[in-house]
């Protein structure tokens, strides 16, 4: 009986000791401290944040904010999870800066604020702690803010041009201008396209923009979606573009607007197999030599052009500008170039005629993507250039103030000679 007592005792003892711990447990949230009851911030380097210190005894969602007289609430974290502190204290450092807000009967400009200074004023901080059985624990104290930078980097007049934009080196709205006025000196600025699928293109400043980078003033962005580097400009399709600044002590701007890129892409053209057809190599003088070629768009971007029509006679002492054909940026065309020849590639030739190009709403002709086209022409020598003859003479396939690509240049060279009676 004795033994049976003792057991009973011995048992009940250890449940007591279990149940101890409930009554001695550590506080959710506890030794939080700020370093400063005061600060100043105003990017002075002197006394412009307070570091916010404290620990957690069990994983909790954990929240600091700022009461203010009226007791309205400014947030620094809202309910951010956090697992046991361990042996060292969460530490961060608070500069004034709070989610963004607008005051009484505030209007912003065109712009919105992601995160903003605290007005100057004493307020009521909070740290506050929520474990996953819903407790909640709070420790407050007071912090001032006096002196602080309110000033707003505002965004002012953000605009794109065109709005619909086609990056494919035709020489039509092949590039997007941004501008946008900030209102005071910054520690940075960024423009970027936001597409469907959640990815950004970054647009950098132009280099001849009117304000220096970091300056308060106009800066301007130049966008060719990297197609003058030979690289894939982004999808076709709708964008919203983002321009967001940021001060010297944390304040956040950001405005937005839309960009739509339609037939974007880089344009890749040659003359099939590098190979020419000569009528002849020799002619009599007011003769005329023939040409014949394929030229293929080996792209998926439709390649604009312009005339004179394939099958058109130049004489020897005309140019593509005599018949009406002055150069126009981003069009392709073929052309012929003999040595004598007093400017580059003098006669000009559209790269297909009305049986394979597409036209555009803008009255623009294009050879589609991945099509090829025969190309000929001809030009009369009434007379013989220059001091060479015989001479050569070569094809070439030109995109009009963007460049003659090394595999279009001097291709299949005959040489001509021209007899003179």
Same mark, same amino acid.
């Given at each position: 009986?004795?033994?049976?007592?003792?057991?009973?005792?011995?048992?009940?003892?250890?449940?007591?000791?279990?149940? &101890?711990? @409930?009554?001695?447990?550590?506080?959710?949230?506890?030794?939080?401290?700020?370093? #400063? #009851?005061?600060?100043? =911030?105003?990017?002075?380097?002197?006394?412009?944040?307070?570091?916010?210190?404290?620990?957690?005894?069990?994983?909790?969602?954990?929240?600091?904010?700022?009461?203010?007289?009226?007791?309205?609430?400014?947030?620094?974290?809202?309910?951010? =999870?956090? @697992?046991? %502190?361990?042996?060292?204290?969460?530490?961060?450092?608070?500069?004034?800066?709070?989610?963004?807000?607008?005051?009484?009967?505030?209007?912003?400009?065109?712009? #919105?604020? *992601?995160?903003?200074?605290?007005?100057?004023?004493?307020?009521?901080?909070?740290?506050?702690?929520?474990?996953?059985? +819903?407790?909640?624990? /709070? /420790?407050?104290? *007071?912090?001032?803010?006096?002196?602080?930078?309110?000033?707003? =980097?505002?965004? &002012?007049?953000?605009?794109?041009?065109?709005?619909?934009?086609?990056?494919?080196?035709?020489?039509?709205?092949?590039?997007?201008?941004?501008?946008?006025?900030?209102?005071?000196?910054?520690?940075?600025?960024?423009?970027?396209?936001?597409?469907?699928?959640?990815?950004?293109?970054?647009?950098?400043?132009?280099?001849?923009? $009117?304000?220096? !980078?970091?300056?308060?003033?106009?800066?301007?962005?130049?966008?060719?979606?990297?197609?003058?580097?030979?690289?894939?400009?982004?999808?076709?399709?709708?964008?919203?573009?983002?321009?967001?600044?940021?001060?010297?002590?944390?304040?956040?701007?950001?405005?937005?607007?839309? &960009? *739509?890129?339609?037939?974007?892409?880089?344009?890749?053209?040659?003359?099939?197999?590098?190979?020419?057809?000569?009528?002849?190599?020799?002619?009599?003088?007011?003769?005329?030599?023939?040409?014949?070629? *394929?030229?293929?768009?080996?792209?998926?971007?439709?390649?604009?052009?312009?005339? =004179?029509?394939?099958?058109?006679?130049? +004489?020897?002492? /005309?140019?593509?500008?005599?018949?009406?054909?002055?150069?126009?940026?981003?069009?392709?065309?073929?052309?012929?170039?003999?040595?004598?020849?007093?400017?580059?590639? $003098?006669?000009?030739?559209?790269?297909?005629?009305?049986?394979?190009?597409?036209? %555009? @709403?803008?009255?623009?002709?294009?050879?589609?993507?991945?099509?090829?086209?025969?190309?000929?022409?001809?030009?009369?020598?009434?007379?013989?250039?220059?001091?060479?003859?015989?001479?050569?003479?070569?094809?070439?396939?030109?995109?009009?103030?963007?460049?003659?690509?090394?595999?279009?240049?001097?291709?299949?060279?005959?040489?001509?000679?021209?007899?003179? !009676?």
């Amino acid at each position: 009986m004795k033994t049976h007592l003792l057991k009973l005792l011995l048992l009940a003892t250890t449940m007591a000791l279990f149940s &101890l711990p @409930a009554c001695g447990e550590r506080a959710l949230l506890y030794d939080v401290s700020f370093s #400063s #009851s005061r600060i100043t =911030p105003n990017a002075d380097h002197d006394n412009d944040i307070v570091r916010i210190q404290y620990r957690l005894s069990r994983r909790a969602a954990l929240s600091i904010y700022f009461l203010d007289a009226a007791g309205n609430r400014y947030t620094f974290r809202s309910k951010e =999870p956090r @697992a046991p %502190s361990g042996d060292d204290p969460y530490s961060v450092y608070f500069s004034g800066v709070v989610d963004g807000y607008t005051l009484p009967g505030e209007s912003l400009d065109g712009f #919105s604020v *992601t995160h903003r200074m605290l007005p100057d004023g004493a307020y009521t901080w909070v740290v506050e702690a929520t474990d996953e059985s +819903g407790q909640t624990e /709070q /420790q407050r104290g *007071t912090l001032v803010i006096a002196d602080a930078d309110r000033a707003l =980097p505002e965004l &002012l007049n953000f605009s794109v041009t065109p709005p619909v934009f086609t990056p494919n080196r035709d020489g039509i709205s092949d590039r997007a201008r941004m501008n946008v006025f900030v209102s005071k000196d910054h520690d940075s600025l960024t423009v970027y396209l936001l597409g469907e699928d959640g990815i950004r293109y970054h647009v950098a400043e132009d280099e001849r923009s $009117p304000s220096l !980078p970091g300056e308060a003033g106009l800066h301007t962005f130049d966008y060719d979606a990297g197609v003058d580097l030979g690289a894939e400009p982004p999808p076709d399709g709708h964008y919203v573009v983002w321009v967001e600044a940021q001060d010297a002590v944390g304040q956040h701007t950001v405005a937005t607007t839309s &960009l *739509t890129i339609e037939n974007g892409g880089v344009p890749k053209a040659y003359i099939l197999n590098g190979e020419v057809e000569w009528s002849a190599s020799s002619i009599l003088l007011g003769e005329t030599i023939y040409f014949t070629l *394929t030229v293929e768009n080996d792209s998926a971007t439709p390649l604009r052009t312009s005339g =004179p029509p394939p099958g058109t006679v130049y +004489g020897n002492e /005309q140019n593509y500008a005599t018949v009406g054909e002055t150069i126009q940026s981003g069009v392709f065309r073929v052309a012929i170039h003999c040595e004598n020849a007093l400017v580059n590639y $003098p006669w000009r030739w559209a790269i297909g005629d009305e049986s394979v190009l597409i036209e %555009s @709403a803008d009255g623009y002709r294009y050879l589609p993507p991945f099509t090829r086209a025969t190309v000929s022409g001809g030009i009369r020598f009434d007379s013989v250039m220059g001091a060479r003859n015989p001479q050569y003479c070569w094809a070439g396939l030109i995109h009009e103030d963007v460049e003659i690509a090394q595999v279009n240049d001097r291709i299949d060279p005959v040489f001509l000679f021209i007899q003179v !009676p």
